[in-house]
């Protein structure tokens, strides 16, 4: 039985743009996560609440992740 994992990238399936509503929450950083590691998904946007507006990523939330936020996603 051949099982694929669902990081294998298909060359024939394009990049798609995706965004996060609920961003800053321990829910939306998880779907941040899953997304920054998939390989067919573009982290293209995120959304948060009032408070968060005009703040870099990494300055309007409070990381709950095991895995450590890389630079890319908090710029």
Do not use: N
């Amino acid at each position: 039985m051949d099982v694929e994992h669902f990081t294998s990238k298909k060359p024939d399936f394009p990049k798609k743009k995706c965004g996060v509503l609920g961003a800053t929450g321990s829910v939306g950083q998880r779907f941040i996560l899953l997304l920054a590691l998939h390989p067919h998904f573009t982290l293209q946007a995120v959304g948060a609440s009032e408070r968060s507006a005009g703040k870099k990523y990494k300055d309007a939330v409070r990381w709950k992740q095991a895995m450590p936020m890389s630079k890319q996603l908090g710029s």
